[in-house]
C-alpha cells in the first residue's frame, strides 16, 4: 500500500486556492494507487470542500493533526475512535475549539491578538486572500485557531503556560491541543500497517509540517529547508521522483 501525506496551502493548493492545478498530480498519484491523505491546518468544512473537488475518498487530517477521519469501512477491523460522524469515524487527538478560543480571549488584549474567533468575515478575507465562500468554511473551527497578527510580542509563552501548542505554517501560527501533523500520520500508518505493509510519501512547505515529514519513508518539500526531506520546488515535480 502507497500513502502520501498532503499539506494543502502552498503545496497542493496555490495561492489563489483554487482546486483545478491540483487535479493532474492527484490524477497522477490515483493512477499509481496511492491512498492521498491531506494533512493540513485547514478545517473539516475546507477540506471537504478539496476532497469534493478532486474526487478523493480516503482518510484525512484536520487542523494541524487535531483530528483524524477515517472512512467508515475503510479498514477490516476494529480500532478506537472517539467518535461517528456521517460517513466517518473520528479520532481527536486535540482539544475543543472552546479551551483554544477562551485562552486567546483572555490573552488578545494584551498582545493585540488577532484570529479567526475575533475576526469579522471581512478582516478573514483580508488577513488570507481567502475567497468569501472558503472563508465562512475557515471559519468553522473545531480544534484549532489562527494568529493572523499581533502588536506586542510574548503570546507564545503565555500559551504554553496553558497547555497549548504553537506551531509555524507557511504564513501564521496554529494554536492546538498538544499534538501535530506527525503524531496524526503515524496513527494512520500504524492503522493501515495491520492491513498489509506500507510505502509513505508526505509532502510539505511548512515548519509544523516537519513532524509529519519525519514519520515517513519518503519526506519532500516545497521551499522548506529540512535536511531530511528532498526539496521538490513545486508539487508536479512528484512526477519526475515517483515512478
Same mark, same amino acid.
Given at each position: 500500500?502507497?500513502?502520501?501525506?498532503?499539506?494543502?496551502?502552498?503545496?497542493?493548493?496555490? &495561492?489563489?486556492?483554487?482546486?483545478? $492545478?491540483?487535479?493532474?498530480?492527484?490524477?497522477?498519484?490515483?493512477?499509481?494507487?496511492?491512498?492521498?491523505?491531506?494533512?493540513?491546518?485547514?478545517? #473539516?468544512? @475546507?477540506?471537504?470542500?478539496?476532497?469534493?473537488?478532486?474526487?478523493?475518498?480516503? $482518510?484525512?487530517?484536520? @487542523?494541524?493533526?487535531?483530528? !483524524?477521519?477515517?472512512?467508515?469501512?475503510?479498514? /477490516?477491523?476494529?480500532? $478506537?475512535?472517539?467518535?461517528? @460522524?456521517?460517513?466517518?469515524?473520528?479520532?481527536?487527538?486535540?482539544?475543543? *475549539?472552546?479551551?483554544?478560543?477562551?485562552?486567546?480571549?483572555?490573552?488578545?488584549?494584551?498582545?493585540?491578538?488577532?484570529?479567526?474567533?475575533?475576526?469579522?468575515? &471581512?478582516?478573514?478575507?483580508? *488577513?488570507?486572500?481567502?475567497?468569501?465562500?472558503?472563508?465562512?468554511?475557515?471559519?468553522?473551527?473545531?480544534?484549532?485557531?489562527?494568529?493572523? =497578527?499581533?502588536?506586542?510580542?510574548?503570546?507564545?509563552? @503565555?500559551? =504554553? #503556560?496553558?497547555?497549548?501548542? %504553537?506551531?509555524?505554517?507557511?504564513?501564521? *501560527?496554529?494554536?492546538?491541543?498538544?499534538?501535530?501533523?506527525?503524531?496524526?500520520?503515524?496513527?494512520?500508518?500504524?492503522?493501515?500497517?495491520?492491513? &498489509?505493509?506500507?510505502?509513505?510519501?508526505?509532502?510539505?512547505?511548512?515548519?509544523?509540517?516537519?513532524?509529519?515529514?519525519? !514519520?515517513?519513508?519518503? /519526506?519532500?518539500? %516545497?521551499?522548506?529547508?529540512?535536511?531530511?526531506?528532498?526539496?521538490?520546488?513545486?508539487? =508536479?515535480?512528484?512526477?519526475?521522483?515517483?515512478?
Amino acid at each position: 500500500m502507497k500513502i502520501i501525506f498532503l499539506d494543502l496551502d502552498k503545496t497542493l493548493i496555490g &495561492e489563489d486556492y483554487s482546486p483545478e $492545478p491540483a487535479k493532474k498530480i492527484v490524477e497522477f498519484l490515483k493512477e499509481r494507487g496511492f491512498k492521498i491523505i491531506f494533512n493540513s491546518s485547514k478545517t #473539516k468544512a @475546507e477540506q471537504e470542500y478539496y476532497r469534493r473537488a478532486l474526487d478523493i475518498n480516503d $482518510p484525512f487530517i484536520v @487542523e494541524t493533526g487535531s483530528a !483524524v477521519y477515517i472512512p467508515k469501512d475503510d479498514l /477490516p477491523f476494529n480500532f $478506537p475512535f472517539t467518535r461517528k @460522524e456521517r460517513n466517518y469515524l473520528v479520532i481527536e487527538l486535540g482539544v475543543n *475549539y472552546t479551551i483554544i478560543k477562551k485562552a486567546l480571549d483572555e490573552i488578545k488584549d494584551k498582545f493585540g491578538l488577532k484570529y479567526y474567533g475575533n475576526s469579522s468575515l &471581512e478582516e478573514v478575507i483580508r *488577513y488570507t486572500n481567502l475567497p468569501g465562500d472558503l472563508a465562512k468554511l475557515a471559519m468553522q473551527r473545531e480544534y484549532s485557531e489562527t494568529i493572523f =497578527t499581533w502588536s506586542t510580542p510574548g503570546f507564545e509563552k @503565555e500559551l =504554553t #503556560k496553558r497547555e497549548l501548542k %504553537i506551531s509555524k505554517g507557511s504564513r501564521f *501560527y496554529n494554536v492546538t491541543g498538544n499534538t501535530d501533523k506527525g503524531k496524526a500520520a503515524k496513527l494512520i500508518l500504524n492503522l493501515y500497517s495491520q492491513v &498489509e505493509k506500507i510505502e509513505s510519501y508526505a509532502v510539505g512547505d511548512g515548519q509544523n509540517d516537519i513532524p509529519m515529514l519525519k !514519520v515517513v519513508d519518503y /519526506p519532500f518539500t %516545497i521551499g522548506l529547508s529540512y535536511s531530511g526531506a528532498k526539496d521538490i520546488r513545486e508539487i =508536479t515535480k512528484l512526477m519526475e521522483v515517483i515512478k
